[in-house]
């Protein structure tokens, strides 16, 4: 106990504030007049970009440290201000966690712990929301799949309905799936064991603004600047895949919603994605960029990738009993938006549209 640290309540720390999620959140806080403690490495490429809007956007609301989740003494430091956690730094992307498995966990689960005992060591530790994935209940083993001719769908219509719940049994795939499951699980047992008011968000596909969309990750963001910038679409596997797309905007407001109760809510686990209401395929998603962007689309196929679920849908229900948090942003709408985004001229921050293969 000697060693706990007292704790100035100087902010709100978002690991990872400069990335897609993060920007999104700290903006959010920011524009509420909260101080925004940002910690990041700035290793994902064009964040930086985000950090410099935020910065010039909310100055000296911001306060950006460029350093590493894995450096224990500047994540203390960070934590030893914080009155909230929004867990977001991460190595994000199942194909990059196949080439370095051992970077993947240093980063994803050591960084996560090295968080929570930075957490543990204050006096009155501060809540934590931490964002793990679908992917650790892989590829949902014990459920049947069929098609529809367009969309793959799950044999038992009640799931097929209803989603993914929390009571889905976990099954790690991938290395970024164990690091992140990992992960979930020390969050989960910290409450368990230390009290720490910590929960878990496992998030289905985020999409929006400021995602700099890459073919390892972000596809929703990738598929439009492709489309936009005239190149074709690489679909691995047949495109018929199927992930409920949930704007970034309704994550922060669950995001903040969980942070506001969670003396309620510690110690669980969420599934948070756009639901039933926003399943869509790859296809689907391709067929409406046409419209949205006026371009055509051109796709070519590659094999699946390892890991890669043929359809995942989250059931929010779980969320919903305890905040009252549905998705708002249909995926029609929320689509609109990115492409708003991307194409507006005068947008601050803009990934180049040409991407490399
Ligand atoms: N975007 C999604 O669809 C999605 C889905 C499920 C889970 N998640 C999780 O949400 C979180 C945010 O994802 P995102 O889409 O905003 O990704 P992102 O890559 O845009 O943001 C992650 C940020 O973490 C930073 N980072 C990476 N390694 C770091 C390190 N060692 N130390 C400090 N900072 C580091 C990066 O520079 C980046 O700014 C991640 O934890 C991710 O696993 C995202």
Redesign the pocket.
């Known amino acids: 106990m000697s060693a706990r640290t007292a704790g100035a309540t100087g902010g709100v720390l978002v690991?990872?504030?400069?990335?897609?999620?993060?920007?999104n959140l700290a903006h959010r806080l920011a524009s509420e007049g909260r101080r925004v403690i940002i910690?990041?490495?700035?290793?994902?490429a064009g964040?930086e970009q985000?950090l410099a809007w935020l910065q010039a956007t909310h100055g000296d609301r911001i306060d950006a440290r460029v350093?590493?989740?894995?450096?224990a003494h500047a994540v203390r430091d960070a934590v030893s201000r914080a009155e909230a956690v929004y867990?977001?730094?991460?190595?994000?992307a199942v194909t990059t966690s196949l080439v370095d498995p051992v970077h993947d966990f240093t980063?994803?689960a050591a960084?996560t712990l090295n968080l929570l005992e930075a957490v543990r060591a204050r006096r009155t530790p501060p809540p934590l929301v931490?964002?793990?994935?679908?992917?650790v209940y892989g590829k949902l083993p014990g459920v049947g799949f069929t098609t529809d001719g367009e969309r793959y769908v799950p044999r038992d219509a009640l799931l097929a309905g209803r989603g993914v719940p929390e009571a889905q049994p976990l099954d790690f795939a991938s290395p970024?799936g164990c690091s992140?499951g990992a992960a979930d699980q020390y969050v989960l047992d910290y409450a368990r064991t230390y009290g720490l008011p910590c929960a878990v968000?496992?998030?289905?596909?985020?999409?929006g603004p400021?995602?700099?969309g890459t073919e390892d990750?972000?596809w929703v963001a990738h598929f439009i600047r492709r489309v936009l910038a005239g190149e074709p679409v690489t679909l691995y596997g047949d495109g018929r895949q199927v992930r409920d797309v949930l704007f970034v905007d309704d994550l922060v407001e669950a995001l903040r919603l969980a942070v506001d109760r969670i003396g309620s809510l510690k110690g669980e686990a969420f599934n948070i994605g756009g639901g039933p209401g926003n399943a869509v395929s790859l296809h689907d998603v391709l067929e409406r960029l046409p419209a949205l962007t006026g371009c055509a689309v051109e796709r070519r196929y590659d094999e699946w990738r390892p890991g890669d679920q043929p359809w995942y849908v989250s059931d929010t229900g779980r969320f919903f009993e305890r905040t009252g948090w549905r998705p708002r942003v249909s995926a029609e709408e929320g689509l609109g938006r990115l492409c708003r985004w991307l194409t507006d001229a005068a947008a601050p921050v803009k990934p180049s549209l040409r991407v490399a293969s």
Do not use: E, P, W
């Open positions: 690991t990872g504030g400069a990335g897609f999620i993060g920007c910690l990041d490495n700035l290793s994902r964040v985000n350093a590493d989740i894995r450096d867990h977001l730094a991460a190595q994000v980063v994803n960084g931490f964002t793990s994935t679908n992917k970024y992140k968000f496992r998030m289905s596909c985020i999409y400021h995602q700099f990750q972000g």
